[in-house]
Each structure stands twice: as structure tokens, then as C-alpha cells.
């Protein structure tokens, strides 16, 4: 321990992945609204223990989550979002460093679950 409370705290907050926690709560919070918060969040985070102590690594996103997200950047039905859009959706499910490449300008429906599948397995795999 040092003599810097705030160092500490910081070290803490850090090694216990708190902050990426508190900003994957939000986000899905954000993402549902749910009526009661408080209810949600318990259940989100015990649905979450529960999965780690089955030794399932996983992401508060469910696919449900995903096809969802994708609706939201593509209200039209379009078929495709843009290349930026898809880098929102990454950002907003908590993915600061992609690790799956996308070709071309636009990202198709399957394209955009099939990545974020794999981009949220990259991401509880590092949690």
C-alpha cells in the first residue's frame, strides 16, 4: 500500500475492472431503461455472478442486445449501416480496441452480429 490514498484507490478501481463494470451497467441501463433500475441492476449483476461462477466469462450484452442495437442504427431496414455507425455501436457497448476488421464501406445485419458476437467474447476473454 502507498501513502497516496488516491493512488490506491485509483490501483484498486483498476485491478478490480470497477469503472469498466460501472460503464457496462450504465450502458445497458441506458440501452433497456428499465422502470426500476435498482431491480434491473440486481438481477443484471446476479444473472452476471452467476455465469462467472459457472466459469462463463461473458458480457452484460446479450444477443437479444445486439439485434437490438443494430435496429437502433438502422431505423429504416436499409439493410446495411455505415462503417461509422458500426464503430458507435462498438464504442456504446463498451469495445475501445476492435479486433475484428470490417471490408467496404458497410456492414450488413449478419456482418454486425456475427462481429459484435466476436468482438464481446474478445472482450470478456481480457475482463
Avoid at 444477443?63 to 464503430?87: C, H, L, W
Amino acid at each position: 500500500m502507498s501513502s497516496d490514498p488516491r493512488k490506491d484507490a485509483d490501483e484498486y478501481l483498476a485491478s478490480k475492472k470497477v469503472m469498466e463494470l460501472f460503464h457496462d451497467l450504465g450502458q445497458k441501463m441506458l440501452y433497456t431503461k428499465p422502470e426500476d433500475p435498482n431491480a434491473f441492476l440486481l438481477v443484471t449483476l446476479k444473472d452476471h455472478q452467476e455465469s462467472q461462477n459457472r466459469g462463463v466469462k461473458s458480457s452484460f450484452f446479450t444477443a437479444k442486445d445486439v439485434e437490438t442495437m443494430y435496429r437502433m442504427f438502422d431505423p429504416t431496414s436499409s439493410g446495411s449501416i455505415s462503417v461509422a455507425q458500426y464503430n458507435a455501436a462498438l464504442q456504446s457497448l463498451g469495445v475501445d480496441a476492435q479486433t475484428v476488421a470490417v471490408e467496404g464501406d458497410r456492414v450488413t445485419k449478419e456482418q454486425f452480429e456475427k462481429n459484435m458476437k466476436a468482438e464481446l467474447e474478445a472482450l470478456s476473454l481480457t475482463g
